[in-house]
C-alpha cells in the first residue's frame, strides 16, 4: 500500500512538474479602485446596440481601475479618467488612493492598459517609472504622428517620446510569467484592445473584461455598441471572454457597469 502510494506521489509530481514553479507561489491578490463620477444612468439603446436591442433600457455606468499585488510586485490595471475631466473626474486620484495602503506610484512595476480611451487612460502620467503593457495596435494608434480622434494620447507622452518603458503585446502575456495573470488579446471596442484574467487562489480566476463588453446585456447577448471598431472582432472577443470563463470557472467583470462592483471588497480591501 505504501509502495503504491510512492508511486502515486511521483507519477503526480512528474506530471505537474511542469506547472509547478520550484518556489512557492506567489500571493496574488486584486481590488478595484473608483476612477471616475457616475452620471445618471444612461440610455443604451441608441449607442450600445447596434441593433437597437435594449427598448428604453437605462444603466448605471461606472469607471474602474484595478490594483494587482502579485508577491511584492503591484500592477495597475487601466487608470480611469484624468482628475481635470469635466463632471466625471474621480473624487480622489489613483495615487492618493495607493497611499491609503502606503504605496508610492514608483511602486507600480506594470501599468496595464485595456485601450486608448480616456476613461481608461486619464491618470497614466502619474506612473512614469511603470512599465507599459498595452497591446500592440493601441500602442500603434497612441503613438501615431496624429493619433486619430478618440485616441487619447497626450497622457502617454513619456512613453511615446521613450522616456518611459512600453512592451506593446501583438498576442497574449504571462504578465509575471507564472501563469497567474494574463493579458488577453480581445480587440473589437478598439484595434488592440485587451482583457486581464487574475487567477485568484480563494475567490477563484477573475475576467476583467475592459470595454469588452459594457454591461451584462452586451456580454449576455454578444451585444455591439454602434461605435465598436469592429463588429466581427467584437463578438469573436465576447465569445473568447464566454470560452475562457467557461475552462477557469472564472467570474466576469465588467468595468464600466455598477452591478459588477460588488463582486470585489471595496478598496483598500482586497480580494485574494
Ligand atoms: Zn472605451
Known amino acids: 500500500m505504501k509502495r503504491t502510494l510512492t508511486i502515486l506521489a511521483i507519477g503526480a509530481s512528474l506530471m505537474s512538474g511542469i506547472a509547478t514553479p520550484a518556489h512557492a507561489?506567489?500571493?496574488?491578490?486584486?481590488a478595484r479602485i473608483d476612477c471616475g463620477t457616475p452620471q445618471p444612468p444612461t440610455a443604451v439603446n441608441e449607442r450600445f446596440s447596434d441593433t437597437y436591442a435594449y427598448g428604453d433600457k437605462?444603466?448605471?455606468f461606472v469607471f474602474s481601475?484595478?490594483?494587482i499585488k502579485h508577491g511584492d510586485d503591484y500592477m495597475l490595471w487601466d487608470t480611469g479618467h484624468a482628475m481635470t475631466a469635466p463632471n466625471v473626474a474621480p473624487k480622489e486620484s489613483v495615487v492618493d488612493n495607493l497611499a491609503k495602503i502606503n504605496v508610492k506610484p514608483d511602486q507600480i512595476k506594470y501599468v496595464g492598459i485595456s485601450h486608448y480611451h480616456a476613461d481608461h487612460t486619464g491618470q497614466i502620467a502619474s506612473f512614469p517609472k511603470a512599465t507599459l503593457l498595452i497591446g500592440a495596435k493601441e500602442w500603434e494608434a497612441i503613438?501615431?504622428?496624429?493619433?486619430a480622434q478618440g485616441v487619447n494620447a497626450k497622457p502617454f507622452?513619456?512613453?511615446i517620446k521613450g522616456e518611459n518603458k512600453v512592451e506593446p503585446?501583438?498576442?497574449d502575456k504571462d504578465v509575471f510569467g507564472d501563469g497567474s495573470v494574463i493579458f488577453l488579446r480581445t480587440p473589437g471596442h478598439t484595434p488592440g484592445h485587451s482583457s486581464l484574467l487574475v487567477k485568484l487562489a480563494e475567490k477563484g480566476p477573475v475576467i476583467l473584461t475592459g470595454d469588452a463588453v459594457h454591461f451584462r446585456e452586451n456580454y449576455e447577448s454578444d451585444g455591439v455598441p454602434m461605435f465598436n471598431f469592429d463588429r466581427a472582432q467584437t463578438v469573436a472577443s465576447i465569445q473568447r471572454i464566454k470560452k475562457l470563463a467557461e475552462t477557469f470557472k472564472a467570474t466576469v467583470i465588467i468595468p464600466h457597469d455598477a452591478r459588477d462592483v460588488e463582486k470585489l471588497p471595496v478598496f483598500p480591501a482586497f480580494a485574494k
Not at 25 to 30: G, P, T, V, Y
Not at 143 to 147: K, L, N, V
Open 58 to 60: 437605462k444603466l448605471q
Open 25 to 30: 507561489a506567489a500571493e496574488l491578490s486584486l
Open 65 to 67: 481601475c484595478y490594483l
Open 157 to 159: 507622452e513619456g512613453w
Open 169 to 171: 503585446q501583438p498576442i
Open 143 to 147: 503613438s501615431a504622428p496624429t493619433p
